[in-house]
T-cell receptor, first 114, second 113 residues
Framework: DTEVTQTPKHLVMGMTNKKSLKCEQHMGHRAMYWYKQKAKKPPELMFV???????INESVPSRFSPECPNSSLLNLHLHALQPEDSALYLCASSRDYYSNQPQHFGDGTRLSIL | QQQVKQSPQSLIVQKGGISIINCAYE??????FPWYQQFPGKGPALLIAIRPDVSEKKEGRFTISFNKSAKQFSLHIMDSQPGDSATYFC????????????FGTGTRLTIIP
């Protein structure tokens, strides 16, 4: 079982909907990440939170809005998404961003935009 | 310069054989090279990682070989098993893994009986 839990596992939404993806870890990690993964492609980094502060935004469109309410929880708020945003959204965590610690991935939320 | 090139795109190996996946990079600032394994419907999981101060690292049936002068590294899976069938991603990072991972394009490995 993965130690990074993502909910929901699947999400179908219309282009005008607002929804949120949730990620939780209880390993005491202080860095959390959002990745987007298209089919048969590697993960692409979207955001990095380090000690609950946004430290990296890889020029992600504003229709994706991350939030880190506490050190264990990471949300990704979605609004007015486009069909090309359909993908697997992966959350990951590591002990912190500034040490050589491996990233632990969740199993992702498969998002489909109608 | 930030790219990591991975080959082959797909690989079929008989059970018990050796699976070999290769990666090459250009950026000499990369100094941390992990391999991730991803099963369908699952997130990537770290398999093994190497730093350029060693030429080889072995963990069980999995070995990373690293050639610093050629800027290449490879994953060898000995005695390949059907349970090894997955997609494998190499990756690279700067500053001993303290910066973002640059992933290779992935290799879909299938082990046949």
């Amino acid at each position: 079982d993965t130690e990074v839990t993502q909910t929901p596992k699947h999400l179908v939404m219309g282009m005008t909907n607002k929804k949120s993806l949730k990620c939780e870890q209880h390993m005491g990690h202080r860095a959390m990440y959002w990745y987007k993964q298209k089919a048969k492609k590697p993960p692409e980094l979207m955001f990095v939170y380090s000690y609950e502060k946004l430290s990296i935004n890889e020029s992600v469109p504003s229709r994706f809005s991350p939030e880190c309410p506490n050190s264990s929880l990471l949300n990704l708020h979605l609004h007015a998404l486009q069909p090309e945003d359909s993908a697997l959204y992966l959350c990951a965590s590591s002990r912190d961003y500034y040490s050589n610690q491996p990233q632990h991935f969740g199993d992702g939320t498969r998002l489909s935009i109608l | 310069q930030q790219q990591v090139k991975q080959s082959p795109q797909s690989l079929i190996v008989q059970k018990g054989g050796i699976s070999i996946i290769n990666c090459a990079y250009e950026n000499t600032a990369f100094d941390y090279f992990p391999w991730y394994q991803q099963f369908p419907g699952k997130g990537p999981a770290l398999l093994i990682a190497i730093r350029p101060d060693v030429s080889e690292k072995k963990e069980g049936r999995f070995t990373i070989s690293f050639n610093k002068s050629a800027k290449q590294f490879s994953l060898h899976i000995m005695d390949s098993q059907p349970g090894d069938s997955a997609t494998y991603f190499c990756a690279a990072s700067k500053n001993f893994g303290n910066e973002k991972l640059t992933f290779g394009t992935g290799t879909r490995l299938t082990i046949i009986p």
